[in-house]
């Protein structure tokens, strides 16, 4: 199996930066693909973003488009968020999902397995 833990999280103010990180361990040979999700209370889980973990995809929610970077280092089986320009509506919970699916999944479905989640919270 694959097992995810995020990292990074925290307070941050609003305009600033926040690098978030995944480990993967276990059988990650099996990741495809990998993604970032959120959820706010009393929000739906939302997608982030994604990445084939080939590097040669991307994928991004339109609300943050041009301000988070996903990539990921294979070697060190990692996988990061890099937040910038944070606005106080991207607070949320923070998971980071692996699938078998080939692509960038946009879709909760679409990953076999989860992180526990990190909190990011943006103060205005």
């Known amino acids: 199996q694959v097992q995810l833990a995020e990292s990074g999280g925290g307070l941050v103010q609003s305009g600033g930066s926040l690098r978030l990180s995944c480990a993967a361990s276990?059988?990650?040979?099996?990741?495809?693909?990998m993604g970032w999700f959120r959820q706010a209370p009393g929000k739906e889980r939302e997608f982030v973003a994604a990445?084939?973990?080939?590097?040669?995809?991307?994928s991004y929610s339109d609300s943050v488009k041009g301000r988070f970077i996903i990539s990921r280092n294979n070697a060190k089986n990692t996988l990061y968020l890099e937040m910038n320009s944070l606005k106080p509506e991207d607070t949320a919970v923070y998971s980071c999902?692996?699938?078998?699916?080939?692509?960038?999944?946009?879709?909760?479905?679409?990953?076999?397995?989860w992180g526990q989640g990190t909190q990011v919270t943006v103060s205005s």
């Open positions: 999902a692996a699938s078998r699916t080939g692509g960038t999944p946009n879709t909760s479905p679409l990953y076999e397995y």
């Open positions: 276990g059988r990650t040979f099996t990741i495809i693909a």
């Open positions: 990445i084939n973990w080939l590097g040669t995809s991307t």
